[in-house]
C-alpha cells in the first residue's frame, strides 16, 4: 500500500514539475481519489521528459546535408519563388516553418496523392522493387500480418541482392515484429525499434512515441502519410471494415528532407553517423511544386506543429478544410476556427462517424456544439474508419503527414508532414475531400442539443481526461 508520506512525495513531484496547469490538477485528482491506480497511471504515462532528456536526433556529419541545402536554397531565388506564384498568400506560415520546424522550402518537387491502401502500396511496392541502393522504411505500426510479411519478404529480396534495407519502427507498438528482429538481421534487414519500453515504471519515455511513417528509396523516391503496415489498412480486417486513409509519393528535392529525417531517427537509436552523399543524390528536374516537410516532436525546441498548425489557421482567407480521425485542440486552435468561421470563412471539419478508439472519439465530440454555434460545419464520416490527416487551405496548400488534430500530436509524438504550396495539388486533395463529404453525415446543431444525456456525459469526461491522451 501507498503510505500517506509517498502520496504527499508523489504529489509535490506533480506538482514541481511545472507542467500545463490542467494537467496537473487532473493527476492531482486522481491521486487523491485513487491513490494506488493514480500512482501507477503516472508512473506509467504522466512524467515529464524535458528536451534536453532527449537523444537529439542530429548526426554529427550534419554538415555534409547542410551544404546540399544551402545549394537547393541558391537555386530557390526570389524570382522563382513570385514566378510559382504559390505562396506570396502564406509567406508567415513558410517562414515559421522554416524557424520553428527546420523546413526549408524547396521548389524542384512531383508529388503524387495516394487515396486509400490498395494505391499506396501498389505504388510502394512498385518503388521497394525498383531500389538499386537502399530502403529506408519508418512506421509507427508494422503488423506481422499479410500485408507486413509481403514487404518483409520482399526487403529480404532486395537484402540478398545488395541492397541496403533499414527498417526503424516504434518500440512500443510492434512487439510482434520486434520479436523477428533477430531472423531479419541474419538476412542482412537493419531493424530496429524506436525508444523501445522495456520496464515500464521505470522509463520516462513510455508516453514519446514515433507516430511518423516515412519510406524512401535511393534517395530519389519518397513516401509520407497517415498509412502504417497492416491488412487493417488495406480494408482486410472484415471487423473493422473500410479503411479511409492518403499518403503521398514525392521525388525531387523534398525527397532530401524526408531521407534527413529518417537517418536523424537512425543515429538516434543506433548512434550510427551515417551521412554519405549518396544518400542525398541531385535530382532530376521534377516541376516547379513548393515544399516543406516539416517533422516535430518532444525534443523540438518550441511548440513546432501547434503553432504551425495556428498560424496555418489564422492565416486562411476563404476556406479550411479539415480531416481528421482525432480531434483534441487546445483552446488556441478552437478559438482560431471560431475566428475563423465567424470571419465568413468555410470552416469544414470531417471527423470519424465509425470510432476506432471511443475515448478519444467521445472527447472529439465535446467540441462540436460550441463550433457549430459560431458557423462551423462538422461531418461524421460513415463509409468506414477515416485515419487521413489532411488539411487545405484556400484551394492552395494542402498538407497531409502523419499529425492529427490532437494533443497528443501536437506535443508527445514524433510526427512529420509535408506542406505543399500548389493549387493542382489543393484541389486534388479537395476532390477527395468532397467524396468523404458525400460519404459523411453534416452534424446539424439544433439536431445536435438534443443528443441523450448519456453522450453529453461520455463527451465532459473522455474531455475532462483528453489533456492525459
Known amino acids: ?25 487532473i493527476w492531482l485528482l486522481i491521486l487523491g481519489a485513487l491513490p494506488v491506480m493514480g ?15 532527449l537523444s537529439r536526433h542530429k548526426q554529427g556529419g550534419q554538415e555534409q546535408f547542410e551544404e546540399i541545402l544551402k545549394e537547393q536554397q541558391v537555386r530557390l531565388k526570389a524570382e522563382d519563388i513570385d514566378r510559382a506564384g504559390t505562396i506570396s498568400m502564406n509567406k508567415k506560415l513558410a517562414q515559421l516553418l522554416l524557424n520553428d520546424a527546420a523546413a526549408p522550402l524547396t521548389l524542384n518537387n512531383r508529388s503524387e496523392v495516394l487515396t486509400n491502401g490498395p494505391d499506396t502500396f501498389k505504388a510502394l511496392f512498385a518503388a521497394l522493387e525498383g531500389a538499386k541502393d537502399h530502403i529506408h522504411l519508418e512506421f509507427f505500426i508494422f503488423h506481422y500480418d499479410a500485408i507486413g510479411q509481403d514487404i518483409l519478404n520482399l526487403l529480404i529480396s532486395k537484402a540478398s541482392k545488395g541492397v541496403k534495407v533499414r527498417v526503424l519502427v516504434d518500440g512500443l507498438a510492434n512487439r510482434s515484429l520486434t ?14 525499434g524506436f525508444y523501445p519500453v522495456r520496464f515500464p515504471f521505470l522509463s520516462r519515455r513510455l508516453n514519446l512515441r514515433n507516430h511518423r511513417k516515412i519510406v524512401v528509396v535511393d534517395g ?8 502504417n503496415v497492416g491488412d487493417e489498412y ?5 471487423r473493422i471494415g473500410f479503411w479511409r486513409d492518403t499518403f503521398l509519393k514525392l521525388e525531387g528535392d523534398s525527397v532530401n528532407f524526408l531521407q534527413n529525417v529518417f537517418l536523424n531517427d537512425w543515429n538516434g537509436v543506433t548512434h550510427q553517423d551515417i551521412n554519405d552523399l549518396l544518400y542525398y543524390p541531385q535530382p532530376q528536374y521534377f516541376g516547379r511544386q513548393m515544399t516543406q516537410i516539416a517533422a516535430t516532436g518532444p525534443d523540438s525546441d518550441w511548440g513546432s506543429m501547434l503553432q ?25 486552435s478552437v478559438m482560431a476556427l471560431k475566428t475563423a468561421a465567424l470571419s465568413g470563412l468555410d470552416v469544414r471539419i470531417i471527423l470519424q462517424g465509425v470510432p476506432d478508439h471511443k475515448i478519444t472519439y467521445w472527447a472529439s465530440h465535446s467540441y462540436v456544439e460550441e463550433l457549430l454555434e459560431l458557423g462551423v460545419r462538422i461531418y461524421r464520416y460513415q463509409k468506414g474508419i477515416l485515419h487521413a490527416k489532411v488539411l ?15 494533443i497528443r500530436s501536437f ?29 459523411s453525415n453534416e452534424i446539424l446543431l439544433e439536431e445536435y442539443k438534443k443528443r441523450p444525456l448519456v453522450n453529453r456525459v461520455k463527451e465532459s469526461s473522455a474531455r475532462l481526461f483528453s489533456p492525459l491522451l
Do not use: W
Not at 488495406?234 to 472484415?238: A, E, F, G, Q, V
Not at 506535443?411 to 468523404?436: G, K, P, T, V
Open 39 to 53: 500512482a501507477l497511471l503516472y508512473l506509467l504515462f504522466g512524467r515529464v521528459v524535458r528536451k534536453h532528456q
Open 411 to 439: 506535443s508527445l509524438n514524433f510526427e512529420i508532414s509535408a506542406f505543399i504550396y500548389d493549387c493542382q495539388f489543393a484541389l486534388r486533395l479537395e476532390q477527395d475531400f468532397h467524396q468523404d463529404l458525400a460519404d
Open 220 to 227: 530519389r523516391v519518397g513516401f509520407i502519410g497517415g498509412l
Open 392 to 406: 487545405i487551405l484556400d484551394s492552395k496548400i494542402g498538407v497531409v503527414g502523419s499529425t492529427n488534430f490532437d
Open 1 to 25: 500500500m501507498i503510505t500517506l508520506m509517498q502520496l504527499v512525495f508523489l504529489g509535490s513531484v506533480i506538482f514541481l514539475e511545472n507542467r500545463d496547469p490542467t494537467k496537473t490538477i
Open 234 to 238: 488495406l480494408s482486410r480486417n472484415k
Open 308 to 332: 504551425i498548425f495556428f498560424v496555418a489557421l489564422t492565416s486562411a482567407e476563404k476556406t479550411i478544410y479539415i480531416e481528421t480521425p482525432y480531434f483534441i485542440p487546445d483552446e488556441g
Open 179 to 192: 520479436k523477428r528482429f533477430g531472423e531479419l538481421r541474419k538476412v542482412g534487414v537493419e531493424a530496429e
